[in-house]
């Protein structure tokens, strides 16, 4: 199949790696990955902070660019993004009075899958380990993102991928389900209650003893990520599109996707993690 | 364009007045809320609990995505034809002996409540369910005119004689704990004897001793109501305690306050609700008591009975087709107890009656998003999406959320008017500003985000970043409304190079990733620890990679 990548802005700018992660899994499989050169952002930021009118350039040239493309389905390692796509993109055409633009918006929305989705339901990974090789011997525990459990009702499939891969040991999240406090521009304008929210999110991520907290938005990621660094927490944070991709011959360093995930001064000096592999700042 | 033709009279949605306003806007006053650690701690508890308790008798029922579709189709009903629902109730009271009033606002609600008080002779009332009133800040008015008024919910009461203010729809005292509860009543409650223990037991006892004596002597009761149903004229109350069925039926005058979004048309209609409510409201299967009254019974209970129709700025709700669902809500509560930003601010950052995500769009609606108070609460929510998923009569609440921010950016820019801003005090009202640091922000990140050469160009300054970072990989100060991040959390350094821009040289080389990741067919690995790992000289096939 072609597959169209569409890297999302934060993933396209600040971790290029879980891109290409998406990319070497895709093709593991067989796939050929494109990459539509127009893309630009989702225009969910743009959205979730009521300037509709400024999102409407954006909505039109992700549209124009993902209609142009030749491509079988798209994907995106991004359950926000993708959520966007179906439920802001075509209400931002509608508000700025464009009804074509609407309907195109839905019929690529309509194609493109989070990467999870386009693993288990349209490619038919069940078994990361047999089937992508992946292998990742380390102890994570899983944070699913509010929009792509509510909005894209991914359920257990990047959860259970993670599980699937060779070495993983998965512990369970307590409150899993509870928002990390990112929403966007909500962290700046409301930042107190957005780091009480994520203290309470690292809270729980520190009680399963896992060496690293995996999910599927590089944001939220970044965020607790953030947070975990300022407050010298020895977690670190991955995306778990780079699980999949590390293999026993090429395995993932951790220091990704958010370089700072790794501890500054690791508040856990006994910890088990051999240092190349936790990696540090370099 | 729309002209107001000479002679023609100017309708414009009138909007709400009384308690519906923020004092400080949110991000303040959450912070300030954000140090009672007691507070956090007492919320904590109460909403998980009884989160936890909806959950369970929600799974039971297994039509319950149809009964909060049925909810959300009656309600969508209501709201289509609320102008008739309302003046056939009014005619079935009125035909078995009550009377209607209607009340525009706060201001007139309050007038006419406090004439038929006066008119009884009564200095003292008992009340009941009274959100309504305190919307409208009823107790301040009757107070000011020699009347006193006694909250006769136990969770009102207590935020009554505490001198405070409600902090959660269903659980008014949710921010205290049962032993402020003990000191409050020894402090307020004379005949309170010192022994009182926290015991909820002997709370209980202590504040039914108190308000016996108050339901005996006092002979004017003040309700709210859960709904009223068109076609019959009746008016319902549901609650826990009981206390509200000895307001309703012991005094001799009974006026009741209704939001006029509260109508049902028929009675079957409450089939639905009666369900929907106390499962996502306390849990419950069923609330202990359901109390309804139609009019006048001759010779039982109340013989004067009243009905205040409330509109204060429902009428503009409704008049905004993508705002209107708010006007849906049956105060369940249910919101409030998933929605992480309540848990971690409380019901008094939202600075109005109605706290929680409902409040965050309920609220600025009512007054007005032209009300400069209210414009913080529409970003009082990270959109996690809880809310709605809980919502038992699937209240889109994020998708108002955005839609009221859209509002309030074009309002600050003088792009979009509001009529109602006209009936608004002066001081509530805004004026259009210049651009802020966050409109530029948006502006210039729209002008580079709406094109993939843009895009290319900008990322090509990301090596800037790493050197705003420094050594250790984090950016932990930025200037400006972005700041707010860079107070709790780190920025990564940016990587030395997007992945566009990386992915324009390297696209074809899938053969080496191939190879790289050696990968090619099932991996038989056993599950050992990275130290057997054969590292391998893998080609430059990163992007970022620091070497
Ligand atoms: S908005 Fe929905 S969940 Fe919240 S109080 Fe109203 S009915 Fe209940």
Redesign the interface.
Known sequence: MRIALFATCIVDAMYPRVALATVRVLERLGHEVVFPPGQGCCSQMHVNSGYLADALPVVRNHVKAFTAADYDVAVAPSGSCVASLGHQQPMVARAGGDEELAAAAEAVAGNTYELSQLLTDVLGVTDAAAQLGSWFPHTVTYHPSCHGMRLLRLGDRQKDLVASVAGVELVELPDAEECCGFGGTFSFKNPDVSAAMAEEKIGNIEATGAELCTGGDASCLMHLGGAMARRGTGVGTVHFAEILASTRRNPLEVSGPVELSIPRRPARPSSSVPTQTAGGPR | MSRTALGMPAVRPVHGHGRLHTAVP??EA??AE?GNTQMRANIRHATHTIRGKRARVVEELPDWEELRSAGSAIKEQVMAHLPELLEQFEANVTARGGTVHWARDAEEANRIITGLVQATGSTDVIKIKSMATQEIALDDHLEAHGITATETDLAELIVQLGHDRPSHILVPAIHKNRHEIRDIFLEQMPETDESLTAEPRDLAEAARKHLREKFLSTSVAISGANFGVAETGTLTVVESEGNGRMCLTLPETLITVMGIEKIVPTFEDLEVFLQLLPRSSTGERMNPYTSMWTGVTPGDGPQDVHVVLLDNGRSAVLSDPKGRSALHCIRCSACLNVC??YE??GGHAYGSTYPGPIGAILSPQLTGITSEQNASL?????????C??VCPVKINIP?IL?H???????TQHGERSDDGAAAAPARTRRTPKAPSQ??LL??G???????????ALA?KG?PLGRVVAG????I?WLPG?????T?????????R????N??AGH?GE?DQ??A??????????P?????D????D?PH????E?R
Do not use: N
């Open positions: 949110f991000p959450a912070e954000l992480p930003v971690q601010a529409p970003y009082a929510s990270s959109l996690c999406g809880a709605y998923d998708e955005v009221l921010r859209d509002e309030d950016v074009r966050m409109d948006m502006k990140a729209s002008f580079v985000m709406s094109s993939g050469r843009r895009m990322e990301l050594k250790d990989r984090a932990s409304v972005v700041g707010g991040w107070d709790e959390r780190d920025i990564p350094a940016p990587p190079e997007s992945f566009r990386w992915w696209a899938t990733r191939l790289a990741d050696g990968a090619a067919g099932p991996a038989d690995v599950h050992d620890r990275p130290g790992a054969q590292p391998v893998a096939d990163r992007p970022e620091d």
